[in-house]
């Protein structure tokens, strides 16, 4: 009688965690398979450019792989993730776009390569539903990082006001403040983007 081995158990963030700790550098992949889509799709929101959301992502998943010894597991695994990629999303700003040979040696060592959701799209998509993600990217980088990130936070990535306080390290008073302002001041921007593009469509009619 021919006997079938099991379907091996999917393991949690915390076993593969150990697992990279103790050398097993695969461990570490199957984090990224896990979460980089979910990441780059928030560093989009929050960085305004898709391939500004893909050097971010990289870099956020190597720092990671370096810190991850630091990591004690008092939060999700993907919460502490975030921190560093919002983080490392502010830096991004402030250096030179090129990551340097250390972390393009990290990035071959983890298999580490971000994918684009957007090549995931059916063929007969809707082009209105791509064109309303770019109105509200491009209204989002006109906001300021005080208001977008909590507002991404909470409306992307569906965080409770008391972990993003937590992440942002500030009182949970001035998180809903913040997202209070910063949804206001989406919609003000959307229904101007929105107004331009009706303008010049009637003036290309």
Known sequence: MLILDEPRAERSDQELIAAALARDTSAFGELVSRYQNRLYGALVHMTGSAE???????????LAFQKLATFRGDSQFYSWLFRIAMNASVNFRRKNRSLGASIEATKERIGLEPTDPRRDMQPDQPMEQAERQHIVREALAQMTAEFRIPLVMAEMEEMKYEEIAVL?????????????????????????????????????G
């Open 52 to 62: 500004d959301a893909k050097d971010v992502a990289q870099e956020a998943f190597v």
């Open 168 to 204: 942002l390290k500030c009182p949970i008073g001035t998180v809903r403040s913040r997202i209070h302002r910063g949804r206001a001041e989406l919609r003000e921007k959307l229904r101007r983007l929105l107004k331009n593009e009706e303008d010049m469509l009637d003036g290309s």
